[in-house]
């Protein structure tokens, strides 16, 4: 006699104490399909060479895990993890393998699958920006009562490209006579740029702004930082009240040291001390 608990699946006639939707859990996984044949479409920047969806910088196996669990999510309502196993490029399309895994019923779920990429090749917001000039702002680099060293600005454009983060640029640069001009992307970016000369040289830098035009009914300014290196460098002699300092070397950040050429003493002037003293 059968037990009255026992429970038959209608598709395959398992005899079952738990059914998945009406079917035994085997059935029930053969009818969860997470990896559904599909094109997914990035664009790829053909100046830059970087990848991006809409205006968003990203890269295809972000672009593929990211869809994939978004149609998990749509279809059957539950969270899922996807990862790309392997990835194989071509001119225009790209082959992605992957691994899909989510949690239906209770019921553990693991899927391989694969997906095609198709890659549109276009120009990103960023390289057209730069190809047209677009600049918010210039960092005007300049000395206290002499002109910077090409050495002096040559560590002043590292640093200055060193401190850009995405999707910041530099749009150009001008040498001048009594300094070096670099037009930044956005204000933020100037900031950070002047602050970077600022901690390695010494000195300091103060901002203004010109208004420009009007773009949908706001205001467009220009945003100028002057950045001021201080008016000696090493090797320089500095008087400072009654005392007579060499400089040594430039403390980043925080001064300077050097030595007090009456009494051979070391020393360290602040930042706040060095704004008081005079090149001799």
Not at 176 to 188: A, N, R
Request: glycine share 8%.
């Amino acid at each position: 006699m059968k037990d009255k608990w026992t429970k038959f699946c209608p598709k395959c006639g398992t005899q079952t104490d738990e059914l998945f939707d009406s079917l035994c859990v085997d059935c029930f996984k053969r009818e969860i399909k997470l990896i559904e044949p599909t094109v997914i479409s990035v664009s790829i920047c053909r100046t830059c060479g970087c990848y991006f969806k809409g205006n968003e910088r990203t890269s295809i196996e972000a672009v593929v895990e990211a869809t994939i669990r978004k149609e998990i999510g749509k279809k059957y309502g539950c969270d899922s993890e996807v990862e790309i196993k392997e990835l194989k490029m071509e001119d225009t399309r790209a082959h992605a393998v992957l691994i899909a895994k989510a949690e239906l019923r209770g019921v553990p779920l693991t899927e391989n699958g694969d997906v095609e990429v198709v890659l549109k090749r276009e120009s990103c917001e960023r390289c057209n920006r730069i190809a047209g000039g677009y600049y918010v702002g210039i960092v005007q680099i300049r000395a206290d009562d002499r002109i910077p060293t090409d050495d002096e600005l040559a560590i002043a454009e590292k640093v200055a490209h060193s401190s850009l983060i995405e999707p910041e640029f530099i749009s150009k640069e001008v040498l001048l006579k009594e300094g070096l001009d670099i037009y930044v992307s956005s204000m933020d970016c100037g900031r950070r740029i002047s602050n970077a000369i600022v901690r390695r040289f010494g000195g300091s830098y103060s901002k203004s702004q010109k208004l420009y035009g009007r773009k949908d009914g706001r205001n467009v300014y220009r945003i100028s930082f002057s950045v001021r290196m201080p008016g000696f460098r090493v090797g320089d002699v500095l008087e400072i009240g009654d005392k007579r300092i060499s400089v040594e070397k430039m403390v980043e950040g925080r001064g300077i040291e050097g030595v007090d050429i009456d009494t051979d003493e070391r020393v360290f002037l602040s930042k706040r001390e060095t704004m008081k003293a005079k090149r001799v």
